[in-house]
């Protein structure tokens, strides 16, 4: 799949644990347009996986990526982004810069994901969280065009997600 990202834009990557996301990020994008809720967990108190400081790490998160579009640069959101409710502030965030926003949906199997999941070293992930990850992205694929996301890329297997070239556009 050919995806086209306008130059100055807001990406937000959304998929459940495990599927490819930070992979994708670190292959299509340069490491500081990437802003992902795990390195700022990591900023705010050395553990990128302590889900007590969530909170502040998404602040940062908000205000990097506020200061990035303020000053014209393409932001990539690292985070899972499976609820309307997260996908919902970044979106108004976009909106005040006049950027617009693209979303590239990382849909795999939730056995794909369970699986990567357990063979990784960084991370302890259980399948539960996976699952209601999945269910939350379900519930809300329809509804994203009317969030204010311009452009929705949907990848259904590993096999796409590695296909995909990215071209950026004027
Ligand atoms: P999280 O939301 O937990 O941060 P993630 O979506 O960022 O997860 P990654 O960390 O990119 O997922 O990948 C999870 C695991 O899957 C890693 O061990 C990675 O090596 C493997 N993986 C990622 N992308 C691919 C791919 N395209 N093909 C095969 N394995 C992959
Ligand atoms: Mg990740």
């Known amino acids: 799949m050919k995806i086209d990202i306008p130059e100055f834009a807001l990406v937000l990557l959304v998929g459940a644990s495990g599927t490819g996301k930070s992979s994708f990020a670190a292959r299509h994008f340069r490491p500081t347009e990437v802003i992902s809720s795990d390195a700022m967990r990591g900023w705010v108190c050395d553990d990128e996986s302590d889900q007590a400081a969530t909170p502040d790490a998404f602040a940062m998160l908000h205000a990097l990526a506020r200061t990035r579009l303020r000053n014209r640069r ?80 949907v990848l259904h297997t590993a096999a796409e997600v590695d296909a995909v070239t990215l071209t950026r556009t004027r």
């Open 74 to 153: 393409l932001t990539v959101i690292d985070a899972t982004n499976v609820q309307p409710a997260a996908r919902k502030s970044l979106v108004a965030l976009a909106r005040e810069a006049h950027a617009l926003v693209v979303a590239i949906v990382f849909d795999l199997p939730e056995a794909v994901a369970v699986a990567r999941n357990a063979g990784r070293a960084d991370r302890a992930i259980n399948a539960g969280v996976v699952s209601r990850q999945m269910r939350d992205l379900h519930r809300g694929l329809r509804g994203m065009r009317s969030e204010g996301i311009r452009y929705t890329h």
